[in-house]
Nanobody, 125 residues
């Protein structure tokens, strides 16, 4: 079992920045690839970014490439999402998730085993 708790959501202006954190507890954090997903009202949950257990592989949605950066600190059992140049369309509930995976990352939601409760990000124009 892995428990995940997200921090850092809130309100930002367009063009601004926010940093999300996801703290993990339970089984060995470094055994899991980690992902950030988001879900806007009336829309399906979608991948934002993912990172392998070692941090050597990452995946980004096209909509956030060049603006968002995913990173992790296995010593602190934490994964981060640095969000820059925010746009109103980034408004959503953001979730972190854990995928027990030895190699690489996957953007497929169905592959993720554990989920946090989500944190709201609102970007005003």
């Amino acid at each position: 079992q892995v428990q995940l708790v997200e921090f850092g959501g809130g309100l930002a202006q367009a063009g601004g920045s926010l940093r999300l954190s996801c703290a993990a507890s339970g089984r060995a954090f470094s055994s899991y690839a980690m992902g950030w997903f988001r879900q806007a009202p009336g829309k399906e949950r979608e991948i934002v970014a993912a990172i392998s257990w070692s941090g050597s592989s990452t995946h980004y949605a096209d909509s956030v490439k060049g603006r968002f950066t995913i990173s992790r600190d296995n010593a602190k059992n934490t994964v981060y999402l640095q969000m820059n140049s925010l746009k109103p369309e980034d408004t959503a509930v953001y979730y972190c998730a854990a995928d027990y995976r030895i190699l690489g990352v996957t953007p497929r939601i169905s592959e993720y085993d554990y989920w946090g409760q989500g944190t709201q990000v609102t970007v005003s124009s």
